[in-house]
Nanobody, 120 residues
Framework: QVQLVESGGGLVQAGESLRLSCAAS????????MGWYRQAPGKQRELVAV???????NYADSMKDRFTISRDNAKNTVYLQMNSLKPEDTAVYYC??????????????WGQGTQVTVSP
């Protein structure tokens, strides 16, 4: 069993920064791509950013100038640095990871989500 646990969410004012963390634990052989998604009330879940095990990154266009994704493979942890936050960034942020249990099995996991609220 694998768990992804997010942390770092909270309430901030517009223009401020937050850093989210997501740590994977459990029966992990290795981790492939890790990413962050978000879901605002009444909207579909959307991609924020993704990072491969080699460190290649991809961002949603609306966030690539303000958000930075990174990872520490030794700690099985992915981070999301969010700068210049806007009220429209308010959402529940979810961590996602492709986890290899062994050479043959790879499963996709989601964290429980962490709330980010940005006040005007």
């Amino acid at each position: 069993q694998v768990q992804l646990v997010e942390s770092g969410g909270g309430l901030v004012q517009a223009g401020e920064s937050l850093r989210l963390s997501c740590a994977a634990s459990g029966s992990i052989f290795s981790i492939g791509a890790m990413g962050w998604y978000r879901q605002a009330p009444g909207k579909q879940r959307e991609l924020v950013a993704v990072i491969t095990s080699r460190g290649d990154t991809n961002y949603a266009d609306s966030m690539k100038d303000r958000f930075t994704i990174s990872r520490d493979n030794a700690k099985n942890t992915v981070y999301l640095q969010m700068n210049s936050l806007k009220p429209e960034d308010t959402a529940v942020y979810y961590c996602n990871a492709d986890v290899k249990m062994d050479w043959a099995r790879t499963y996709n996991y989601w964290g429980q989500g962490t709330q980010v609220t940005v006040s005007p």
